[in-house]
């Protein structure tokens, strides 16, 4: 990645957005998919063009092939909010890899970020509903022959097998992302790869992290350039210095030299920004969540610049 920090907005495609981020030191616009507007704009503003990618998300009510099986043998639940597929449906994973590759040869993001990279579940929410999956007969029948065990029940692999499992999902996870980040580079070699991370450090939820969401900084941080936790503050029942917390902490888990620049909520603005910007331990910059109307916004402006001047008197 290069040294340059990135900040900026995330979800707004229109000139007005983008030409307000440079008045405030801002560098990039980010927005979901290869959006034709969003790429105008930023190059109206002269400004970073970058991309949230979805890789493992779909509609279950349009696409039931696609839901999970839980521990349980059913399908797992879900509501409004879910990510995560069944990984066997290799049509899908298809599907995903050759819509981001057409991106890649219409448009030339400065990065793309890749969301829902993960198992099933949501983590934005203060009381997630934590499940183990996946376990149709096709993923069963995958860890099997991939780690050598003789298993043919969700207890039996939870029970006598369960680190194998986790670190199996992990790898599946790992192998996959590096699909789509080699599907990136090989139409631009330059172009920054992101991963939107789930927002626990390693213990939280009794290691759903890894247990349940399969996201291993150490194994994904071999392939991509920067790791973008969602620090949704009150969306997750965390006070807004929970910003600043988690850089402390990403020390303890985060591979040295990896960058780490997270996504704020501008529900949240602007205690969760002016904590982060505080944090001793530097973040790779920022992304402003929903945050049109913060840029645009003169008193908004200023506290985005004072928070940028801030973190880059520490680089």
């Not at 927005?31 to 970058?50: D, L, M, R």
């Not at 006598?160 to 996870?173: P, Y």
Request: with cysteine; hydrophobic share 40%.
């Amino acid at each position: 990645m290069t040294k340059e920090h990135l900040y900026g907005p995330y979800g707004a495609t229109d000139v007005e957005t983008a030409l307000s981020v440079g008045k405030c030191g801002a560098n990039a616009l980010w927005f979901h998919g290869f959006n034709p507007s969003g790429f105008e704009a930023a190059e109206q503003a002269g400004i970073y063009p970058c991309v949230e990618f979805k890789t493992f998300r779909a509609d279950f009510e349009k696409r039931p092939e696609l839901i999970p099986t839980g521990a349980d043998g059913r399908p797992i639940r879900y509501g409004r909010l879910v990510q995560g597929v069944c990984l066997s449906r290799s049509e899908f994973v298809e599907e995903r890899l050759a819509d981001l590759a057409e991106g890649m040869a219409s448009f030339r993001p400065h990065g793309v970020w890749l969301d829902y990279l993960t198992y099933a579940g949501w983590f934005e929410t203060p009381d997630p509903d934590l499940q183990e999956s996946c376990f149709c007969p096709a993923c069963v029948e995958e860890f099997c022959s991939t780690e050598r065990i003789d298993a043919t029940t969700p207890d039996e692999i939870l029970s006598k097998h369960g680190v194998v499992w986790t670190d199996h999902k992990c790898r599946r996870i790992d192998a996959l992302g590096r699909r789509f980040a080699e599907t990136i580079r090989s139409a631009s070699s330059d172009c920054i790869v992101g991963i939107y991370m789930c927002p626990w450090t390693p213990e939280e939820f009794d290691g759903a992290l890894r247990r349940v969401f399969a996201q291993d900084y150490r194994l994904l941080s071999r392939w991509s350039d920067v790791m973008t936790p969602l620090m949704y503050a009150q969306k997750s029942g965390r006070p807004s210095r929970w910003s600043r917390t988690f850089m402390e902490a990403t020390p303890e888990f985060v591979p040295a030299g990896v960058p780490v620049l997270p996504i704020l909520d501008v529900l949240d603005f602007p205690e969760s920004l002016i904590a982060l910007a505080a944090s001793p331990v530097e973040p790779a910059g920022f992304q402003l969540f929903a945050g049109a109307a913060a840029f645009k916004d003169a008193d908004g402006r200023r506290q985005i610049e004072r928070a940028i001047a801030r973190l880059e008197k520490k680089t």
